[in-house]
């Protein structure tokens, strides 16, 4: 019996163990993609026919700010001079020419399979919690990899669920399932590191439709350096009044 109760006491320390280490684990992500709290990451998204031929593509420039702020600005012709900011939960949509903000959800599509939420957002750890599911190999080519199932932690994310697996020796993201609300299988993304064999940061995310198109849409990190916006900038109204940003 003491034998029984000493192995389910040790069983209970590794699961709280485990628990303590998903936070750790998403914070050690979250530096190939963001090694700052203020950030400016200047993206390409471009779309992949089924042939792997280019379709479309755009660019933008991205304010990732501590505290869930983030400011999208969009540079090719068909968007040029509109904007997106994320504050917390709330997204808003700022239009050349008009001084009303358009509130929309982080799922608002800006080309391919990529979302607002998808360049906007870029933190696992203050964004989800989760739990250790395993461990597995992973990958292309493969390797040891660590399995985490994830579940929002607040309403003003992109995805209700995420599984992600992340390299066991070095804790780089390799891949992710992205589950919407409704628990269907939206997106599989697959992560592109600068050096494979001593990874720092993440160049490339590919995605890859599991709804509809089944098409490869790739977002691609053309630069990253700290950058601090104006605390004006991260308001609705001042954007609208001052599109030039002056």
């Known amino acids: 019996m003491k034998r029984r109760t000493l192995f389910a006491a040790l069983a209970i320390a590794a699961s709280g163990a485990i628990a303590q280490d998903v936070p ?3 914070k050690a992500a979250d530096k190939y993609r963001m090694s700052s709290d203020n950030m400016q990451v200047d993206t390409q998204i471009i779309v992949l026919n089924t042939d792997g031929s280019p379709d479309k593509e755009r660019r933008y420039t991205v304010f990732a700010q501590a505290k869930h702020q983030s400011l999208v600005l969009m540079h090719s012709p068909a968007e040029k001079g509109q904007k997106v900011l994320m504050l917390g939960d709330d997204f808003w949509l700022l239009m050349p020419g008009s001084q009303r903000p358009l509130r929309i959800t982080p799922m608002q599509k800006l080309l391919g399979d990529a979302s607002t939420g998808d360049i906007a957002t870029m933190s696992w750890a203050e964004d989800y919690t989760g739990t250790l599911a395993g461990e597995e190999r992973c990958g292309d080519p493969e390797q040891e990899c660590v399995h985490l199932s994830l579940v929002a932690a607040r309403k003003g994310v992109t995805y209700q669920r995420i599984e992600l697996w992340l390299g066991k020796a070095k804790h780089e993201p390799v891949k992710a399932d992205l589950y919407v609300q409704s ?29 509809t198109n089944k098409k490869e849409t790739q977002v691609r990190y053309l630069g990253r350096k ?21």
């Open 24 to 26: 750790a684990l998403l």
């Open 183 to 211: 628990d269907k299988l939206a997106k599989q993304a697959r992560f592109v590191m600068d050096k494979p064999a001593a990874p720092t940061s993440v160049t490339a995310m590919l995605l890859r439709d599991q709804l």
């Open 226 to 246: 700290e950058h601090t916006v104006p605390e004006a900038w991260l308001n609705p109204m001042f954007l609208a009044r001052n599109p030039a940003l002056e």
